[in-house]
């Protein structure tokens, strides 16, 4: 009798044993352990990534890069303003020689494109470079004052006078040559014209231009040398009776330079 109960007994426990072990190998197979939420979109939308802008079409640098300069200032397409060429600087403070002056030279062409453009603009500083240094005229001139008849009678004369032959030729007019009178070209020895020094000296030169479809001309009514290279000191008249500006025999054609004489 106590055996026959002990075996339904028995078999009950490993029974639920069985159970048990089955039950707890279902749990375990087929289904995920838990872990970090997944990384999918969020509900608002995707968020950017990292070291990217939110905006359409824009783009930050990632750290430690530089970005290009963007330059905001628009390129430049109208022409350069108009500037004097250099002649001979600084010359006019250095001794006086007896070089005759060339009309070859790079410093004669410069000085002639900078009274040109004085005369087309009407703008007698543009000549500046092309007129008789100051400083040179205080070494030339014996009398008083140099630099006040420097400033207030032969620079204020030429400006009177290219206003005058801005009138008269325009600033459409174009330069075609400038005709030196070599011929007529002497030195000025010192003592001569109140000078203590002494230069070259070339009168009547002639401005040939063309205008219109036409050739006219106009004289320089004095050039003097300084170092070697010409300069303008009178350009309408050496002496004139009122403050107003004169061309120097204007003409149709190239003129005639000259006459001889002066200093």
Known sequence: MRLSRR??????IVAALLTLVVAASLTGCGADPPGPPPSGPSPSGP???????SGA???SQPAGSTAPAVSATPRATHAAAPSSRPVAPGAGALPQTRA????????????????WLAVTTGNPRFGLPAFFPEAAYKQVKAIPYPAADWQYR??????????AAHRLAGPE?????????????????????????????????????????QERSFGI????????VWYVVHLGAVTRGA?????????AGPGVPGPPGGC
Do not use: E, K, M
Request: charged share 15%; glycine share 8%.
């Open 154 to 163: 032969l620079w204020y004369d030429f400006g009177l006078d290219v206003r």
């Open 221 to 228: 009514a004095s050039l003097i040398s300084w170092r070697g």
């Open 100 to 115: 005759l002056p060339r009309t070859t030279s790079v410093a004669f062409r410069n000085a002639i494109d900078d009274l």
């Open 47 to 53: 968020s950017p990534p990292s070291g990217q802008a």
């Open 243 to 251: 403050a107003t500006g004169i061309v120097d025999a204007p003409a």
């Open 7 to 12: 075996v339904p007994l028995a078999a009950l």
């Open 57 to 59: 079409g824009t783009r």
């Open 173 to 213: 007019a174009r330069l075609v040559r400038v005709i030196t009178p070599a011929a007529y070209t002497v030195w000025v020895p010192p003592g001569a014209c109140y000078n203590s020094v002494g230069y070259w000296h070339a009168p009547g030169a002639r401005v040939v231009y063309r205008v219109h479809g």
